[in-house]
Structure formats: C-alpha cells, structure tokens
C-alpha cells in the first residue's frame, strides 16, 4: 500500500533562507503527488500538484517541488523564507486510476525573525 | 456554497456517548472524502464517497464509525459510543469527479474532544 513519509515532524529556518521540506513516497509505480498546507485556524489548500510531465512543479506563494523518480521523493523548497510562510504541510500522494490520497504525518515550519 | 462546510467546529462529549459530525460539499463535487487528524499522525483517511456508487469504508477503525451521504451532498460522519481515544480533528474533503489527479477542497474540520 502506498505510503508517505516525511522526514522532520518540525522544521525551523531564519526568514529570508531557504525552506527544505522533505517527502518520499512508497510506490514503485509513480503516484499523482501534492503538498498541501495548513495555516493556523485554517484548512488545508493546495500548494502544488505534480500529476505528468515537467518533473518541477511550482506552485503559490513562490514554493516549488521537484518529483525525483529514482529517489521516490518530492521535496518542497522555497529560495527565501516569509514569516508568512509558517503553516504546517503536508506531502501526499495518489495512486493513479485510484481514488485515495495519502498523507504523510505533516511538518510544522517555523519561521524566526 | 463557496467552499466545504463543517460543523460544529467544536466539539466536547463524554466517553460513551454519540456524536455526529456534517460535511457540506462544493455544489457539484461528486466526491466526498473523511479524514482524521490527530497529533503527529497526518491526515488518516476514514472514508469515501462518489456519486451513487457504494462508499469505500476500508478506513474506518471501527465499527462504532459510520458515515452516510444523503442526495449525493450533505454527509454525516457518526461516532457510537465515544472513546478517548477518538478525540481529533474531523476533516472533510470533497472533489470535482473523484479522479486522484484532482485537488480535495478541504473544510475546517470539527475539533472532536472526548472527556
């Protein structure tokens, strides 16, 4: 069954650096994959979405995540840290002609002024 | 409406007593998902919904969870005899056609706590 992982429950960087968020997914055969974040008090939204095509997905607010086949990952980075940008994310995955999206634990960020 | 509805928000009942839980969808999603969220555990996926096939329940951790989704829109998540350890964010999603390449809309949640 697929399942995904996300390396760091928490995950504090400076403002203005750079934000690494890590995800590996299980399946051999590569699943539809998504970040999505969840802002204090709110629900979740889609960050971005890789289902085909260009393996560097952007999405909004200036984050991106490039899909790795050979390493099964989908790591999430954004060049410069926003005090905005605190929020939990969460990677998950979608097996394709399926119906289900998994999600991995989540990781907090924290950004220090 | 506009986007996923839940209520309540909030949600505090004593050990052994029911409690049910709405999710109003996206007019026009067809798809209607349950999720569960705890502490340090992500999104667990309870159930879901689309169109008027049978709803796929391998997620649910019990038999006191059940779900309903009524004229294909309104869904009622329903916990029997309530355990401590059922206390959680109850998130509900919902989707255009169910396709796994399609973005969830999600709700609020309900912050279910079970005294």
């Known amino acids: 069954a697929q399942s995904v992982t996300q390396l760091g429950s928490h995950v504090s960087v400076s403002e203005g650096a750079l934000v690494l968020l890590r995800c590996n997914y299980s399946s051999s055969v590569p699943p539809y994959l998504f970040w999505y974040v969840q802002y204090p008090n709110q629900g979740l939204q889609l960050l971005l979405k890789y289902t085909t095509g260009a393996t560097l997905v952007k999405g909004i607010n200036g984050f991106e995540a490039e899909f790795k086949k050979s390493e099964t990952s989908f790591h999430l980075t954004k060049p410069s840290a926003h005090m905005s940008d605190a929020a939990e994310y969460f990677c998950a995955a979608a097996d394709t002609g399926g119906f289900k999206t998994i999600f991995g634990a989540g990781t907090r960020l924290f950004v220090k002024a | 409406g506009a986007g996923v509805s839940q209520s309540p928000s909030n949600k505090v009942t004593e050990k052994g007593k029911d409690v049910e839980l709405r999710c109003d969808p996206i007019?026009?999603?067809?798809?209607l998902y349950w999720y569960r969220q705890s502490l340090g555990q992500g999104l667990e996926f309870l159930i879901y919904?689309?169109?008027?096939?049978?709803?796929?329940k391998s997620g649910l951790p019990s038999d006191r969870f059940s779900a309903e989704r009524t004229g294909g829109s309104v869904s009622t998540l329903t916990i029997q005899r309530t355990q401590q350890e059922d206390s959680a964010v109850y998130l509900c999603?919902?989707?255009?056609?169910?396709?796994?390449?399609?973005?969830?809309?999600f709700g609020s949640g309900t912050q279910l706590s079970v005294l």
């Open positions: 999603a919902s989707s255009i056609d169910g396709t796994t390449n399609e973005k969830l809309f």
């Open positions: 919904f689309q169109g008027n096939s049978a709803p796929d």
């Open positions: 007019s026009g999603h067809t798809a």
